[in-house]
């Protein structure tokens, strides 16, 4: 619901209270308790998000996302020649050239030992909430980021239609007093 007058969207919030009955006869249940709640910005506050998102050309895109990407990407890198590394290295043991080193297979083991087990049907469920719950919030964030663009778009259009009533109303007050 749009208040055209100020720059405010109300929302409705509620949090779970668990309700326990007079009587012991019936068991106590949660219900919903509604939060006044809304969701405003100040003129500076807007003005300040204007100017931080001037340069932005795609709102899914960030420099600290890049940033990560890039750098996750020569971890990645970095981690796919330790273990061509380790995996030459096991070769040339199995082949006969180099001599059995047990402080480096105690190491090996010890790495795989502390592998976590992403095959646990819970942790893979875990992870796909988690990834849910941050793309719902990614997305209700650019919802938000929306309702406020076509907000700030239907005020627009109201002063621009209030201005040019208050232009006609003065146009047609001036030839009126000309002819008197």
Not at 81 to 110: C, F, M, T
Not at 136 to 165: G, M, P, Q
């Amino acid at each position: 619901m749009l208040n055209l007058s100020s720059c405010e969207f109300l929302v409705k919030a509620y949090y779970a209270v668990e309700e326990v009955k007079q009587n012991a006869t019936q068991k106590s249940q949660k219900v919903f308790v509604h939060v006044p709640s809304e969701i405003a910005a100040h003129e500076v506050e807007e003005i300040g998000v204007e100017h931080l998102l001037r340069d932005v050309k795609d709102t899914t895109i960030s420099t600290l996302a890049t940033e990560c990407k890039t750098h996750s990407l020569e971890e990645f890198g970095t981690l796919d020649a330790r273990l061509k590394e380790i995996r030459s290295y096991l070769d040339l043991v199995i082949d006969g050239k180099l001599p059995l080193n047990h402080e480096i297979l105690y190491h090996l083991q010890d790495v795989f030992k502390l592998l976590p087990n992403l095959n646990v049907a819970d942790l893979i469920m875990v992870f796909a909430v988690k990834t849910n719950d941050m793309m719902l919030a990614i997305h209700l964030s650019s919802l938000v980021r929306s309702v406020i663009a076509l907000h700030n778009l239907i005020n627009n259009k109201v002063l621009k239609i209030e201005h040019e009533r208050a232009e006609d109303a003065k146009s047609a007050t001036v030839p009126n007093s000309a002819g008197s």
